[in-house]
């Protein structure tokens, strides 16, 4: 892969006075809480959606903000293009967060506090990486655009999205079935996570665009059996059948499969390198990964965690039932032998049913789209090098493929080479480099105008 026709496309100059108020919009959003629990309980989604309507109203802009739910709104905006005849581009981020233990962490999780790390200065809080910055840098362009009368070459639909991390179904799987005037024209999606970069050596990064994702198998494990008292025989233990099931599911060692996305970033990492990093050994080329072996292992096979478990209520008690959870991704083209291999695990005495179950999916790496992409980052990094990758979690994504649109994770940041950048998503202390947040503005901006 060569990056010849990224040196040679000009884009537009990025705007100044975005980069400027990016990094406080970033900490005013951060601030905002909207953990996400699950189950409805949380904050919710209106705080933060009713702060995005009205820094765009500021501008003269007109955003719609609509209900998904108690407390679970969202923004949409649609800026017109100067070519309305081209199929419009989808920009969307969600506003939601998983929740944070402040016990846990270093500073306050939403007092969106500066303090030096690995020698720059970072925002810290829930939400800095996933993905109030990308919220905040959608914030900044969009914004600078309309200061500026700024209009992009189509039309660019914003959308800021509630529950994104419980499956977007309170969010973009809703709006999808019942606001389907929203997608009009679209064709192409650009969200998380992809843009950022990965050091291979000073005069070269990477930067990874996502062009697909695994799909998702949240499951719910029941066993059945006899109640009883603790101290008699029991040959119908709901929880020794449930944990003997959950003890083979984690226990699953799913065979190695390199989709076309996974295959193309080894070659290029490998052309970089020097290094033979063979995707059927997956210890040897991990190993030669650093950092980014984390977000990187997980796209070479189907994986399977127990991550929950429940049962009984009290200790000389034998219960009637008992309940797991796992966490099941599978890569494109292999579900079945994800839940083939599962069911197979169960055994006689254990079902399954799904908490949440979505798709995989896929697209090539190819295309003006692309091009642009990497055009604009190596308008601000001369080192850089667009390159394709599989995210193993699951984004928004996932509900506007269903519509037809082609989607892409772009949300550029330039990081550290020590910043252990996947710990972050969900992650204790997240933290986002103040640098990378001007930096993705400026790439965001001259990308969005262009495409």
């Given at each position: 892969?060569?990056?010849?026709?990224?040196?040679?496309?000009?884009?537009?100059e990025?705007?100044?006075?975005?980069?400027?108020?990016?990094?406080?919009?970033?900490?005013?959003?951060?601030?905002?809480?909207?953990?996400?629990?699950?189950?409805?309980?949380?904050?919710?989604?209106?705080?933060?959606?009713?702060?995005?309507a009205?820094?765009?109203?500021?501008?003269?802009?007109?955003?719609?903000?609509?209900?998904c739910?108690?407390?679970?709104?969202?923004?949409?905006?649609?800026?017109?293009?100067?070519?309305?005849?081209?199929?419009?581009?989808l920009?969307?981020?969600?506003?939601?967060?998983?929740?944070a233990?402040?016990d846990?962490?270093?500073v306050?999780?939403?007092?969106?506090?500066?303090?030096?790390d690995?020698?720059?200065?970072?925002?810290?809080?829930?939400g800095?990486v996933?993905?109030?910055?990308?919220?905040?840098?959608?914030?900044?362009?969009?914004?600078?655009?309309a200061?500026?009368?700024?209009?992009?070459?189509?039309?660019?639909?914003?959308?800021?999205?509630p529950d994104?991390?419980?499956?977007?179904?309170v969010?973009?799987h809703?709006?999808?079935?019942?606001?389907?005037?929203?997608?009009e024209?679209?064709?192409e999606?650009?969200?998380?996570?992809?843009?950022?970069s990965?050091?291979v050596?000073?005069?070269?990064?990477?930067?990874l665009?996502?062009?697909?994702?695994?799909?998702?198998?949240?499951?719910?494990?029941?066993?059945?059996?006899?109640?009883?008292?603790?101290?008699?025989l029991?040959?119908?233990?709901?929880?020794?059948?449930?944990?003997?099931a959950?003890?083979?599911?984690?226990?699953i060692?799913?065979?190695?499969?390199?989709?076309?996305a996974?295959?193309?970033?080894?070659?290029?990492?490998?052309d970089?390198?020097?290094?033979?990093?063979?995707p059927d050994?997956?210890?040897?080329?991990?190993?030669?990964?650093?950092?980014?072996?984390?977000?990187?292992?997980?796209?070479?096979?189907?994986?399977?965690?127990p991550?929950?478990?429940?049962?009984?209520?009290?200790?000389n008690?034998?219960?009637?039932?008992a309940?797991?959870?796992v966490?099941?991704?599978f890569?494109?083209?292999?579900e079945?032998?994800?839940?083939?291999?599962?069911?197979?695990?169960?055994?006689?005495?254990?079902?399954?049913e799904?908490i949440?179950?979505?798709?995989?999916?896929?697209?090539?790496?190819?295309?003006?789209?692309?091009d642009?992409?990497?055009?604009?980052?190596?308008?601000e990094?001369?080192?850089?090098?667009?390159?394709?990758?599989?995210?193993?979690?699951?984004?928004?994504?996932?509900?506007?493929?269903?519509?037809?649109?082609?989607?892409?994770?772009?949300?550029?940041?330039q990081?550290?080479?020590?910043?252990?950048?996947?710990?972050?998503?969900?992650?204790?202390d997240?933290?986002?480099?103040?640098?990378a947040?001007?930096?993705?503005?400026?790439?965001l901006?001259?990308?969005?105008?262009?495409?």
């Amino acid at each position: 892969m060569t990056d010849t026709s990224a040196a040679a496309t000009v884009l537009p100059e990025p705007l100044p006075d975005a980069e400027a108020e990016v990094v406080d919009l970033c900490a005013e959003l951060i601030r905002i809480d909207s953990s996400n629990f699950g189950d409805g309980s949380g904050p919710g989604e209106a705080e933060a959606a009713a702060y995005v309507a009205e820094r765009l109203r500021e501008v003269g802009l007109d955003p719609e903000v609509f209900s998904c739910g108690p407390r679970r709104d969202g923004v949409v905006v649609r800026i017109p293009g100067r070519d309305r005849s081209r199929g419009a581009l989808l920009l969307h981020v969600h506003l939601d967060v998983v929740p944070a233990q402040a016990d846990d962490w270093t500073v306050p999780p939403f007092a969106a506090e500066t303090a030096e790390d690995l020698g720059v200065e970072m925002l810290w809080g829930r939400g800095a990486v996933d993905m109030k910055d990308m919220c905040a840098m959608t914030l900044a362009t969009v914004r600078s655009w309309a200061r500026g009368g700024v209009s992009p070459e189509r039309d660019v639909v914003v959308l800021f999205l509630p529950d994104e991390e419980a499956g977007g179904w309170v969010g973009s799987h809703q709006l999808v079935e019942h606001r389907r005037d929203i997608f009009e024209g679209v064709t192409e999606a650009v969200g998380e996570v992809g843009g950022f970069s990965m050091t291979v050596r000073d005069d070269l990064r990477l930067y990874l665009v996502q062009t697909a994702e695994k799909g998702i198998g949240w499951l719910r494990l029941k066993a059945a059996g006899r109640a009883g008292h603790g101290s008699m025989l029991n040959d119908d233990n709901a929880v020794t059948a449930l944990c003997e099931a959950v003890a083979r599911i984690g226990a699953i060692d799913y065979p190695v499969h390199v989709t076309p996305a996974v295959r193309d970033f080894l070659a290029v990492l490998s052309d970089a390198t020097g290094a033979q990093l063979d995707p059927d050994d997956i210890e040897g080329t991990l190993a030669k990964l650093g950092p980014m072996a984390r977000l990187v292992g997980a796209t070479l096979k189907n994986t399977v965690n127990p991550t929950m478990l429940s049962a009984g209520y009290k200790a000389n008690v034998i219960p009637g039932s008992a309940e797991a959870a796992v966490d099941m991704r599978f890569l494109p083209g292999y579900e079945e032998e994800a839940f083939a291999r599962i069911d197979e695990a169960l055994g006689d005495k254990v079902v399954r049913e799904f908490i949440n179950h979505d798709i995989a999916l896929e697209t090539t790496f190819d295309g003006p789209s692309i091009d642009l992409m990497a055009a604009a980052l190596k308008a601000e990094d001369e080192h850089a090098v667009a390159v394709p990758y599989m995210l193993s979690g699951g984004t928004d994504a996932k509900a506007f493929s269903t519509l037809g649109i082609r989607c892409y994770g772009f949300a550029p940041l330039q990081l550290p080479p020590a910043l252990d950048f996947g710990a972050l998503f969900h992650g204790v202390d997240e933290r986002v480099p103040v640098d990378a947040l001007r930096f993705g503005t400026r790439v965001l901006g001259r990308f969005l105008r262009a495409v």
